[in-house]
């Protein structure tokens, strides 16, 4: 089961759900179709439970360090504590896990802009991402909600094209930044999306 779901998380993530057959999948493992046939009904069935597998263990840690943060900061996080906790936590998967994790983010990233994807996301994150708005409410008292939301929005989205891995960054740099670099991105995209928040937060003069 496990080689199975590589393999379709690899495929997946290269090619998205409509890209990929039963087939594909049984070609890339070794096996007949018939076997997966007898495991997954469909496609989208094999699609979600790939989804899935990663899901709950960032999911886990990213809410364990989400609530070990609360706890130490005593009530009064900031922006960029709440950011860090829910940020590198996740990041430190794809640093640490090897190719398999790196494959995951990038269906991550590509299933997010799709209407399937975004189902998955709802389902398996908005607990540990309603908890990260609930500190970041904490931390910008006097924000406006909707503001902390679309500060939200923006991180996910820096989040999910950097799990892509395009390449786009390298071509662009000249080769001084790495696609594949999250230690580089680690070290930076917390505080750079804490002083957007902070940013975004001021009280606007047309709000007066």
């Not at 759900?17 to 469909?42: E, I, M, P, S, W």
């Not at 609360?70 to 998967?93: C, H, I, N, Q």
């Not at 395009?166 to 917390?190: H, N, P, W």
Request: aromatic share 10%.
């Amino acid at each position: 089961m496990e080689q199975i779901l590589d393999a379709a998380e690899y495929l997946f993530s290269k090619h998205g759900l409509h890209g990929v057959t039963l087939k594909d999948v049984a070609q890339r493992v070794g096996a007949h179709h018939t076997l997966l046939n007898y495991y997954f009904t469909d496609k989208k069935k094999l699609f979600d439970a790939v989804f899935a597998r990663r899901a709950g263990v960032t999911t886990a840690l990213r809410m364990q360090a989400l609530d070990q943060y609360d706890a130490d900061s005593k009530g009064k996080p900031t922006v960029e504590g709440a950011l860090r906790a829910f940020l590198d936590t996740d990041l430190d998967l794809y640093i640490q896990g090897g190719e398999g994790w790196k494959n995951y983010g990038a269906l991550g990233a590509q299933a997010s802009n799709t209407a399937e994807g975004a189902e998955l996301m709802d389902q398996h994150f908005d607990p540990v991402v309603l908890r990260l708005i609930g500190l970041l409410k904490k931390a910008l008292p006097d924000c406006a909600e909707e503001d902390i939301f679309w500060g939200y929005h923006f991180v996910t989205g820096a989040l999910m094209l950097t799990l892509a891995r395009t390449g786009r960054i390298d071509r662009l740099s000249g080769g001084k930044c790495k696609a594949d670099d999250f230690g580089a991105v680690k070290d930076r995209m917390a505080s750079f999306m804490a002083a957007g928040f902070l940013d975004i937060c001021k009280p606007r003069s047309g709000n007066a």
